[in-house]
Antibody, heavy 116, light 111 residues
Framework: EVQVVESGGGLVQPGGSLTLSCKAS????????MSWIRQAPGKGLEWVAT????????NYVDSVMGRFTASRDNAKNSFYLQMSSLAAEDTARYYC?????????WGQGTLVIVSS | DVVLTQAPLSSPVTLGQPASISCRSN???????????LNWFHQRPGQPPRLLLY???NRFSGVPDRFSGSGAGTEFTLKISRVEAEDVGVYYC?????????FGGGTKVEI
């Protein structure tokens, strides 16, 4: 069974940093693009980042460029999102999803709250 | 960036009756490789989104055949042939032809 499980969310102060993790199982992780997609409370979906299978290339939404970095460790079947200079607007549930063009399996998400 | 506009914002539906959601793009979503990367998702309250359709009209694994998709270029439609109670929630279109990938604002379907 394909599964992705996010972790690492929590309460962080404005300007702070946080790293989210996504643990994958049930598929050949090293051959799939992976994505982070977020949803602010009561709002719609916003794509954040996508990374190639070998980790050589990532794409980001403009609002996180230079602050967020997606990475992966194929040996550990894990995908990460390093977030820095966090602002209130980054408060959201962050979902990990398999694939880039067609996110087909999503985790339950991990909640990030940026507040003093 | 590609802007996707969904209509209606909210759709009261009747069980057993059809429903339709529109997704319009501000530019053609046809990729040079011949594909059109337009996806549809369904999100129930408190749940992550679930992929329904990809590349306009292809049903994802396990999706009932009462869901269908159509369209081309800049105009796309999701249709539910006969609404069931489990179909309530918010539906989102998403384009993956261009970076940044973008979602429509969502359409809330309620009985």
């Amino acid at each position: 069974e394909v599964q992705v499980v996010e972790s690492g969310g929590g309460l962080v102060q404005p300007g702070g940093s946080l790293t989210l993790s996504c643990k994958a199982s049930g598929f050949d992780f090293s051959t799939y693009w992976m994505s982070w997609i977020r949803q602010a409370p009561g709002k719609g979906l916003e794509w954040v980042a996508t990374i190639k299978p070998d980790g050589s290339e990532s794409n980001y939404v403009d609002s996180v460029m230079g602050r967020f970095t997606a990475s992966r460790d194929n040996a550990k079947n894990s995908f990460y999102l390093q977030m820095s200079s966090l602002a209130a607007e980054d408060t959201a549930r962050y979902y990990c999803a398999r694939r880039g063009y067609t996110p087909d399996h999503w985790g339950q998400g991990t909640l990030v709250i940026v507040s003093s | 960036d590609v802007v996707l506009t969904q209509a209606p914002l909210s759709s009261p539906v009747t069980l057993g009756q059809p429903a339709s959601i529109s997704c319009r793009s501000n530019q053609s979503l046809a990729h040079p490789d011949g594909n059109t990367f337009l996806n549809w998702f369904h999100q129930r309250p408190g749940q992550p989104p679930r992929l329904l359709l990809y590349k306009i009209s292809n049903r994802f694994s396990g999706v009932p055949d009462r869901f269908s998709g159509s369209g081309a270029g800049t105009e796309f439609t999701l249709k539910i042939s006969r609404v069931e109670a489990e179909d309530v929630g918010v539906y989102y279109c998403m384009q993956a032809t261009y970076f940044p990938l973008t979602f429509g604002g969502g359409t809330k379907v309620e009985i």
